[in-house]
Nanobody, 124 residues
Framework: VQLQASGGGLVQAGGSLRLSCAAS????????VGWFRQAPGKERTFVAA????????NYADSVMGRFAISRDNAKNTVYLQMSRLKPEDTAVYYC??????????????????WGQGTPVTVSS
């Protein structure tokens, strides 16, 4: 499956952005999907993950209550709604997917498919 992330940009602190991740190439509905981010000079870290049914979610503590992950399997698209953004949310955001893991994993190495990343900059 190929993933294409979009929706990043420049936003002021306290603002909102919605990232999208469009999938193509294979049936996407049975994939667990996740969002990760990488700030300059830092390792890639977990943001959120969602089961293929949409019933199970997992969020990093730092974004809990501010970000929401969702999916539209009919459109083969995953979303990350980001609200109350902070300067520390500045990073390149990557979507990921996998059809072999059975839980909403926070471990980047468990995801086989990755999008190209979309940058998010939050100004103070």
């Amino acid at each position: 499956v190929q993933l294409q992330a979009s929706g990043g940009g420049l936003v002021q602190a306290g603002g909102s952005l919605r990232l999208s991740c469009a999938a193509s190439g294979r049936t996407f509905s049975r994939y667990i999907v996740g969002w990760f981010r990488q700030a300059p000079g830092k390792e890639r870290t977990f943001v959120a993950a969602l089961s293929w049914t949409g019933h199970y979610t997992n969020y990093a503590d730092s974004v809990m209550g501010r970000f929401a992950i969702s999916r539209d399997n009919a459109k083969n698209t995953v979303y990350l709604q980001m609200s109350r953004l902070k300067p520390e949310d500045t990073a390149v955001y990557y979507c990921a997917a996998d059809d072999t893991i059975v839980e909403v994993s926070s471990i980047p190495g468990q995801y086989d498919y990755w999008g190209q990343g979309t940058p998010v900059t939050v100004s103070s």
